[in-house]
């Protein structure tokens, strides 16, 4: 593990009550792999489980954080990124409060400030959602 | 099939402004899906459950200040029993925020 609980706020632009990764396991300029522990009070927690929108945002800020972390290397701050598109994504299972999700997310391409990732989200060995996803980064 | 268009509005308090992002309130892009996920739970008259996306596009930002409120723009189409192929956008005049198309199930 590299980054855990606050630290995660050096990664990523999103602050409570919006912070949805809580460790990042190991990161690589190709590649991460993040996680979150889905909790009660988590706004995307609805009658027990974590709601599609949290999974995907979920998916969005464990990219954000590997980004994040090759900002780190580079000495620069984690930058705001929105996502510009959502491609094949399946989401097969809605986590249930206290599931541990982990992450993997891969860098397909890079052009320019656009980050076209590919998402596995498992719980434990069960596939939880994929998905791809294309991430625009603002330039401050 | 079944279609209906919803007005919605965003709520400058909502507490998702405080941390996405400080001091630049944005509407996250999940957001919008889960207003869209309402918006068609309201026009079929029963929730629905979000099982694949085919395609999202987010074109536009939407903020509270730029954007008070909003059209969102569903339609269903039941393709095996309790499953639907849903198309839906989120507009207002003609700037466009968010076009969808994706599989939703009766929950």
């Known amino acids: 593990m590299i980054f855990k609980g606050e630290y995660i706020h050096q990664l990523i632009p999103q602050r409570p009550p919006i912070v949805m990764v809580d460790v990042v396991w190991s990161a690589s300029e190709t590649e991460a792999e993040a996680g979150l522990t889905v909790r009660q009070d988590n706004i995307f927690v609805d009658d027990g489980k974590l709601r599609e929108a949290g999974l995907i945002e979920h998916i969005a800020q464990s990219a954000a954080a590997f980004a994040g972390c090759n900002n780190i290397l580079s000495g620069e701050k984690p930058k705001l990124g929105f996502i510009g598109e959502i491609k094949d994504c399946c989401l097969s299972v809605l986590p249930e409060v206290g599931s541990e999700l982990r992450t993997h997310v891969r860098l397909v391409t890079e052009i320019g400030g656009i980050r076209l990732i590919s998402a596995e989200v498992r719980i434990g060995e069960t596939i939880a959602a994929t998905c791809l996803m294309k991430i625009f980064l603002k330039d401050d | ?107």
């Not at chain 2, 941390?19 to 509407?27: K, M, Q, R």
């Open chain 2, 1 to 107: 099939m079944l279609s209906g268009v919803v007005r919605i509005c965003l709520n400058p308090d909502s507490s998702v402004y405080k941390g996405h992002f400080p001091g630049e309130p944005v509407s996250p892009g999940v957001c919008n899906l889960e207003m869209i996920r309402r918006c068609a739970a309201a026009v079929h008259h029963q929730p629905l459950r979000i099982l694949r996306i085919k395609q999202c596009r987010m074109t536009s930002v939407m903020t509270p200040d730029t954007t008070p409120q909003a059209d969102v723009n569903i339609t269903l189409q039941e393709t095996v029993p309790g499953v639907y192929r849903i198309t839906a956008a989120i507009e207002n005049g003609n700037v466009s925020y968010l076009t969808m198309k994706a599989e939703v199930a009766d929950e």
